[in-house]
């Protein structure tokens, strides 16, 4: 985790970082810092426990000045989350400053041999030892010096250094988490991510893991880490700044999760015939014929991502009739899996940067399993490892939480399942036809959905109080528990478990009184018989809770009159296809954790101890 931002060109640096690490405290905030080269040719630095409004503060207070730096922000793995800890990091002399973003695994190691060659640390950090490595090849250009020493790192890490004695020159080296550089006139940059550089320029270079940027106000030079000079491509990135703005929203989570009309519609249009039914994927470098070969997928993912994926095997296994089997990124690699050539993988990251879901996406590849991703970041290391991706076009998403991009992924993975439905030959034209209408209706749909927020806000108000929620569903509604309990957890700091409605008289009934609300999911696509029989077995679970007094409150479709008999709430969502229901019936559960958040004045878009890309294992 942890935000870069570093600047060189003609303009005042310190705006220019702080405006950078705003957009990126998403990535951590526990403490934020910056340095930068003064007229009088020294480096001055402020640092700050907490958020980045600490270290604005503590600029006002004191403030610097500079043409050239760079800044942090923080999400503690190694320290304190304390000023003394706080990036960047200094050499012994003070004339060189790291700031960093991952873990050095050595750290130990090389601090006890620094130590005992007479380099004094200040710090609890693994990244302190960086600075003291260049320090030991400082009298090589910058650029050598970084070479240097990130060859005696082991672990990961996106970096950037500035010296006093070399002005006008930030050097930036990638190992792992991302880095982009930004291109503009006469001045450049370099950040964890687009967003931070979106106000200055669209031209951007994704550096590649193992190489070092040299940024001064000429241009930048990529090398290697051997000093081979590399050419890098430009990208234009298509987000509009202010796509990464509140828009008036009080927070960036009610913003997002207002935002899915949008973000499903744009991530549908254009992949679907409207009127064939055909979906095309041509983003994708698999070929049809390649595709009726595989014989299992399996989906890869981490957190919400994994949600996703488990609602994706109910849409693969019932329109393509492939068995799919799901894994979380962080277990999939520690059994030796069996892996084959004619297994798919579909990897799925909001952020296309998740430690544990790369490292997962590499070893289903050095097993020869053809990656696909479904990713919201273009560029991201996920998609650039896999043969093709399928971004889902939610646009930037701020919050920790994740909303919008959950939304688009299971409409992606809709489409994914039914490409392989028609490419496989179990999806008839008259069914495609079917399904795509049923698509194109859901964005108007979640409008309905949203349309009733005062409802969820005050259903939030009833039960800001509870200290433990149940999530149930059955079928593909399990996984839209899960995701109700994750999101309630995350930005409110209630316990709560998502659980199958079908397994509670296995244990959890023990757990209901009439203390405890219990979110059931009852939502059913009337038009479909076979739909009936889940429906009857879901009311019959809302019975038992009330039973044994527990407080119910039941997502159901409009036009039901079964379960809405006998909860004590009741949130009605428009019917569509089951498939796709849970894109409609996740949206009140999101509103409802957000309101129940903001009530007990929890910090929505900023919960404690989270970051939103978990670059680290
Ligand atoms: O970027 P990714 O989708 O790979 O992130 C995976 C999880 O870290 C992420 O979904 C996390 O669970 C969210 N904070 C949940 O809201």
């Excluded at 999760?257 to 744009?266: G, H, L, N, S």
């Excluded at 910090?603 to 294992?617: H, I, Y």
Aim: glycine share 8%.
């Amino acid at each position: 985790m942890c935000g870069i931002v570093g600047y060189v060109g003609e303009r005042k640096a310190v705006p220019i970082i702080l405006e950078g690490l705003k957009r990126l405290e998403y990535r951590g905030y526990d403490s934020a810092g910056l340095a930068v080269y003064c007229d009088d040719q020294t480096l001055g630095i402020r640092r700050a426990s907490g958020k980045l409004r600490n270290l604005e503060e503590a600029i006002r207070l004191d403030p610097v000045e500079g043409s050239f730096g760079i800044g942090h922000t923080r999400w503690a793995t190694h320290g304190r989350p304390t000023e003394e800890n706080a990036h960047p990091h200094r050499d012994c002399t003070g004339d060189i400053v790291v700031v960093h973003n991952g873990i050095v695994e050595n750290y130990l190691a090389l601090k006890d041999q620094l130590t005992a060659e007479g380099h004094r640390f200040t710090t609890e950090t693994d990244t302190e030892v960086i600075a003291h490595l260049v320090e030991k090849c400082s009298d090589k250009p910058l650029e050598d010096a970084v070479r240097c020493a990130v060859k005696q790192l082991s672990g990961v890490f996106a970096l950037a250094v500035l010296s006093r004695k070399h002005p006008n020159k930030i050097v930036a080296a990638r190992l792992g988490p991302p880095l982009v550089v930004g291109l503009g006139d006469h001045e450049f940059f370099v950040a964890s991510d687009v967003p931070a550089l979106l106000n200055h320029t669209r031209d951007m270079v994704f550096m590649n893991d193992g190489d070092i940027a040299i940024l001064t106000p000429e241009g930048v030079r990529f090398t290697d880490f051997d000093g081979r000079t590399l050419k890098r491509a430009t990208q234009r990135i298509l987000w509009d700044p202010l796509m990464a703005e509140k828009g008036g929203y009080k927070h960036f989570m009610l913003k997002e999760i207002f935002e899915q009309p949008r973000a499903v519609r744009d991530t549908t249009l254009g992949r679907v015939g409207q009127g064939s039914g055909r979906i095309f994927l041509d983003e994708v470098d698999i070929t049809p014929k390649q595709f009726q070969a595989f014989k299992s997928v399996r989906i890869l993912a981490c957190g919400t991502s994994w949600h996703a994926a488990l609602a994706g095997k109910f849409m693969i296994e019932r329109l393509a009739r492939i068995p799919v089997e799901v894994d979380y990124g962080s277990e999939f690699r520690y059994r030796n899996p069996i892996v084959s050539s004619h297994e798919l993988t579909v990897v799925i990251s909001q952020s296309g940067e998740t430690a544990d879901t790369l490292a997962a996406q590499r070893e289903a590849k050095q097993k020869g399993s053809p990656t696909l991703a479904i990713c919201n970041v273009v560029g991201s290391m996920i998609t650039r490892e896999a043969k093709g991706a399928i971004y889902t076009h939610a646009g930037p998403e701020i919050g920790v939480a994740s909303t919008k991009a959950f939304t688009c992924q299971l409409t992606a993975l809709f489409l994914l399942a039914m490409y392989l439905g028609q490419t496989r030959g179990h999806l008839d034209e008259a069914e495609s036809q079917r399904l795509v209408q049923e698509l194109l209706r859901v964005p108007g749909k979640l409008e309905t959905v949203l349309s009733h927020d005062s409802v969820y806000e005050e259903l939030g108000r009833k039960l800001h109080r509870a200290t433990d929620f149940l999530f149930l569903g059955r079928g593909v509604h399990f996984p839209i528990a899960l995701e109700g309990a994750l999101k309630l957890k995350e930005i409110s700091y209630i316990h709560a478990e998502g659980y199958p409605a079908g397994e509670m008289k296995h244990g959890p009934n023990a757990l209901i009184d009439e203390k405890l609300p219990v979110v059931i999911l009852a939502a059913r696509d009337t038009t479909r018989e076979d739909s009936r029989t889940l429906y009857e077995k879901t009311v019959s679970n809302i019975q038992e809770v009330k039973a044994r007094e527990g407080i119910v409150v039941a997502i159901v479709c409009e036009g039901d009159n079964e379960a809405s008999r006998v909860a004590d709430h009741v949130i009605q969502i428009p019917t569509t296809d089951d498939l796709l229901l849970p894109i409609l019936e996740i949206v009140p559960l999101q509103l409802l954790a957000y309101h129940i958040a903001v009530r007990r004045g929890c910090d929505v878009d900023q919960p404690r101890n989270l970051a939103k890309s978990v670059t680290v294992e």
